[in-house]
């Protein structure tokens, strides 16, 4: 079976950008992360009392002064699966006198030292420095919670009122309200491994009477639908059935595979998922009648990344050790979102250390693993305006993980991955991802201008990872004059800027 397509002769390889041609504004709340009471996320992770390395309120002062060069403009809390059996309150008030509980989603125990007041405080301390605060985004128990927990949450985050919650808040030391904007209605409740889990009519219909009672309490929340993957059969249902009452509908997808070329292609079912959800959004507010004038609900992508349970599991505290191929997959993820961008309302990387994450945590400091390169660029450079871009390359026509993206993929899925921005400053900026294993390209870039900058994120191999005392995946950077053609090396992540 053939699995790869050169061009035809006499064809070479070409990028086109056109700055000029705006598609959609990328919303900061791509780059969003996402913290969970799971293995080492939060509790030697984000928050590690006594450590050398934390500061009087035991957060690692390391993994604060790495995340802020992400820019990180949101963080969803607490889970993820953890959060259908938790209850709030066990993590308020004297930390000593917090209760212990079983935890059943990793089987774990949770102590609740670190709950809803420690979480505010490590986004009040992630946002120094920055002109606009670090958003906090809370899921809702849907699983053992019930609707008046929600409710006295909300109220604890958000009432400026004479009432009991809002005093609460005020007795533990915390006079301001947090303004909690961003609320899920669950999460991933459509899956067997959850406590609780439910048909898609019983969710509906419970998401409807949480969303009608928490806007009563607090019209100017966002409140977040549960998704699946945007292909499946409960997304269509319980958006004909709720659209009306939320702001935006979450979906979330893994990908990974130990073969390169499926490892670094399978992102692209994520572009169809959201394509799907997209037309999904679309069908519901026609078919239901919903307002013009109504903002439209955009895709809550809150949960992504490159993760095999089997490889790192979840009750085993899912420290996945990330390689070159899979930092190719993260770039190839970004680009999805920035081709997208305009449907894309949030999306939050899982999870924000230890956990399936580019970054981790030791005794003695921190380790940037190989996907933590490709987050880095794309967080920094690559915001403000999608534009129009196009590419001739090579292609991949093999097996796909998952097998159902071949048969979408028409031609194959080109060897050069590639998206494009222009900020508000005037750089454009563009990315290109060779997940060819053996050949470098040499590219005709149509639209550069002169005095590019270039940023590459490459390896020895597809296998190469970096880990304490071992750093085989690197960030390099040099100029190129924009003339003639640009050579991508095999398996490189490669971002070209330059000013307009």
Known sequence: MTTFTKLASGETPLIEVDANKRLSKIDPMTYGGFTEHMGRCIYGGIYEPGSPLSDSRGFRKDVLEALRELDIPVVRYPGGNFVATYHWQDGIGPQDQRPKRPELAWLGVETNRFGTDEFMQWLDALGEGKDQRVEPYICLNFGTGTLDEALAWVEYCNGTRDTHYANLRRANGHPEPY???????????????????????????????????????????????????????????????????????????????????????????????????????????????????????????????????????????????????????????????????????????????????????????????????????????????????????????????????QGTLGEGAPLLDVSATVNDDGYVNLAVVNSSETDDFSVDVKGVGKDVLVYTVSGPQVGSINAEGKEEVSLSEKKWNGEGTYTFAKHTFTLLRWKS
């Open 179 to 405: 303004r909690v904007k961003y609320w899920a209605l669950g999460n991933e409740c459509w899956g067997p491994w959850q406590v609780e889990q439910m048909t898609k009519e019983d969710y509906a219909k419970k998401a409807v009477q949480w969303a009608k009672a928490l806007r009563l309490l607090d019209p100017d929340i966002c409140l977040i639908l549960c998704g699946q993957d945007g292909t499946a059969s409960w997304d269509h249902y319980v958006l004909q059935e709720c659209i009306s009452w939320v702001d935006m509908h979450s979906i979330h997808i893994y990908t990974a595979s130990n073969q390169h070329m499926k490892n670094v292609t399978a992102p692209l079912a994520a572009e169809r998922g959201i394509q799907i959800t997209a037309s999904l959004i679309d069908l519901a507010r026609i078919e239901k009648g919903v307002s013009p004038t109504k903002p439209p609900v955009k895709i809550c992508f809150d949960e992504w990344n490159v993760w095999d349970p089997e490889r790192a599991p979840g009750d085993k505290g899912a420290e996945e050790m990330y390689t070159l191929s899979d930092a190719l997959a993260v770039a190839v993820w970004l680009n999805v979102f920035v081709r997208q961008s305009r449907y894309i309302g949030m999306a939050n990387i899982a999870q924000t250390v230890n956990v399936i994450s580019p970054l981790m945590t030791s005794k003695g400091g921190i380790i940037k693993q190989s996907t933590w390169w490709p987050l880095w660029l794309f967080s920094r450079y690559m915001r403000g305006w999608t534009v129009a871009s196009h590419v001739r390359s090579g292609t991949y026509d093999g097996e796909t993980q998952p097998t159902w993206l």
